[in-house]
């Protein structure tokens, strides 16, 4: 069984940093590519940030040179670091694993920024 568990968020205050972790379980064969996602309430899940499976990180416009995406495949994580939050970044975050055959999501988890 394929399991993505997100962690880390909460609430942070606006210029503030929290790093969300994706750990992942069970077996994954021909990963295309990973990454975040993001929903606020009433909008649609846009993405924030990928990686290829060769480490090639890439970020949408609104959290370049703020948010970093990487990886530690010994542990099987997959990190989002949000450095100088704001409050548009209130939003449950999703991470993704995208493979050949399907997408694997995580369930989500809230990220707060108060301003």
């Known amino acids: 069984q394929v399991q993505l568990v997100e962690s880390g968020g909460g609430l942070a205050q606006a210029g503030g940093s929290l790093r969300l972790s994706c750990a992942t379980s069970?077996?994954?064969?021909?990963?295309?590519?990973m990454g975040w996602y993001r929903q606020a309430p009433g909008k649609q899940r846009e993405l924030v940030a990928g990686?290829?499976?060769?480490?090639?990180?890439s970020y949408a416009d609104f959290v370049k040179g703020r948010f970093t995406c990487s990886r530690d495949n010994a542990k099987n994580t997959l990190y989002l670091l949000m450095s100088s939050l704001k409050p548009e970044d209130t939003a449950v975050y999703y991470c993704l694993i995208a493979t050949l055959a399907m997408n694997y999501w995580g369930k989500g988890i809230l990220v707060t920024v108060s301003s």
């Open positions: 990686i290829t499976s060769a480490g090639t990180a």
């Open positions: 069970g077996s994954i064969s021909s990963i295309n590519g």
